[in-house]
C-alpha cells in the first residue's frame, strides 16, 4: 500500500508553501479543515486527552458543545467555496453521535470535497455509514482493548461494545466501496503486550492500515517520556512481530518513537495552523488539535459571522501564537512545522548547489 501518512505531503502544494511567512499572512484558504462537530461521547476512555484536568488540550471545552444543523451547513458552504482541500471530522466528541452527520457529509460528497473521519466505530452502520463506505476517503477506528473485559475496563463501556465494534468494523468492509478502514492502537501499559494480538484480529477483520501510536500522558515531555519507557522493549517487539506478519497493514506512527521528543519548541510562528485549523464544536476556530478548546490556541470566533469571512479578515491572528513560549506540549504536526522551516529558510543563492 502506498504510504498514507507523511510530513511531506505539504511539498504537494507549492503555492501554499511559497504562501507562508513569519512576517505576513499567507490569503489562500487552508488546505484541510479538523471539524469538531460535537463534544459528546457516548464512551469515557481514561486517557482521553480532553476530558483530563491536568491537560492543556480541552481546556475550556463544554462537553454539551455540538453545532447546530444551520451553522454547519454555513460552514460546509464556506469550506466548499473557499475550496478547501479535505474535512476529517474528530473529537472533542464522537463524530458519529453527531445527529447531522449524515447531511453534512453528504453535502460535502455533492461538492466533491474529499472527507474523513476519527470514530470509536460504535455508531459506524446505517446510512451514514454507507456514505462514508461510498464517498468517503478513510475512517480511522480506534481501538484500545483486546477482548471484551479490557475494552470496557479502558472505554468505561458494556463489556458487549468491542464485540459490536468489531461486527460494526467487518460489516463495514462489506459495503465495499472505496473508503479505508483504518485503525488506531492507541499503547498504554495495559495492551502494550496485546498489540500483536490486536493487530491479528484487526487484520482477520479487514483493515486496510493500523496505526501504533503511543498514548499521551501528561503535557510535560518527561513523564510521557518515563511512562513508555517503562514498556519501550517490550512494544518494539510486539510492533516487531506485527510487522513480521502483517507488515502491508501495519503503521508505526512517528509519534511511536518521534513524537515522544516532539515536546520542545524553538519556533515562534507556526505554519501549520494556515495548513490544518480546527472548527471546534463551540464554533471557535482553533490552529490545531493539539490546542483546541485552550485559549492559546484560539485564532478567532465564527459565531454569528462565517467561517470564510473571519478567515479573511482575521487572519491577523495567525502570527500571534508563539509555539516556543505556549506550544511546548504534544503536537502532531511539530515535524511538518520543521521542515517547511527548512524548506523556507534555505539561502536561495545555495540552492543550485543541490
Ligand atoms: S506548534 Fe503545534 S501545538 Fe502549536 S499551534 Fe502549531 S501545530 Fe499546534
Given at each position: 500500500m502506498a504510504i498514507l501518512n507523511s510530513n511531506l505531503k505539504i511539498f504537494h502544494y507549492p503555492e501554499k508553501l511559497r504562501s507562508l511567512s513569519g512576517s505576513s499572512v499567507s490569503v489562500l484558504p487552508p488546505l484541510h479543515v479538523r471539524l469538531k462537530p460535537t463534544n459528546i461521547c457516548n464512551h469515557d476512555c481514561w486517557f482521553c486527552a480532553y476530558r483530563q484536568d491536568d491537560f492543556q488540550l480541552g481546556e475550556t471545552m463544554v462537553e454539551r458543545d455540538q453545532i447546530p444543523l444551520e451553522k454547519m451547513m454555513e460552514i460546509v458552504d464556506d469550506l466548499i467555496e473557499m475550496k478547501v482541500g479535505a474535512v476529517t471530522f474528530s473529537g472533542g466528541g464522537e463524530p458519529f453521535v453527531y445527529p447531522h452527520l449524515l447531511q453534512t457529509v453528504t453535502r460535502l460528497a455533492e461538492a466533491g470535497i474529499p472527507f474523513a473521519s476519527l470514530t470509536n466505530g460504535s455508531r459506524l452502520l446505517g446510512e451514514v455509514a454507507q456514505v462514508f463506505a461510498e464517498r468517503g476517503v478513510w475512517v480511522r477506528v480506534s481501538l484500545d482493548g483486546w477482548d471484551g473485559p479490557s475494552y470496557a475496563k479502558i472505554r468505561r463501556v458494556k463489556q458487549t461494545a468491542f464485540g459490536k465494534v468489531l461486527a460494526n468494523m467487518e460489516t463495514f468492509k462489506k459495503l465495499g466501496g472505496r473508503c479505508l478502514l483504518s485503525t488506531v492502537i492507541v499503547v498504554t501499559h495495559e495492551n502494550g503486550p496485546h498489540i500483536y494480538d490486536l493487530v491479528r484480529t484487526l487484520s482477520g477483520l479487514g483493515a486496510d492500515s493500523i496505526k501504533i501510536s503511543p498514548v499521551v500522558v501528561s503535557n510535560d515531555e518527561r513523564k510521557n517520556h518515563a511512562y513508555h519507557q517503562e514498556h519501550l522493549d517490550l512494544v518494539r517487539n510486539e510492533v516487531a512481530r506485527s510487522k513480521a506478519d502483517f507488515g502491508h497493514l501495519t503503521e508505526i506512527s512517528?509519534?511511536?518513537?518521534?513524537q515522544l521528543a516532539s515536546f520542545f519548541k524553538d519556533y515562534h510562528w507556526c505554519p501549520f495552523l494556515q495548513i490544518r485549523p480546527v472548527i471546534g464544536a463551540d464554533l471557535n476556530v482553533y490552529s490545531c488539535q493539539d490546542k483546541a478548546y485552550n485559549p492559546d490556541g484560539l485564532l478567532f470566533s465564527i459565531k454569528g459571522r462565517g467561517f470564510r469571512d473571519a478567515w479573511h479578515r482575521d487572519k491577523g491572528q495567525f502570527l500571534r501564537l508563539d509555539p516556543s513560549k505556549v506550544c511546548n506540549h504534544h503536537c502532531v504536526a511539530n515535524g511538518g512545522n520543521k521542515l517547511i522551516f527548512e524548506y523556507l529558510g534555505t539561502d536561495p543563492q545555495h540552492l543550485p548547489f543541490v
Open positions: 512517528d509519534a511511536f518513537y518521534g
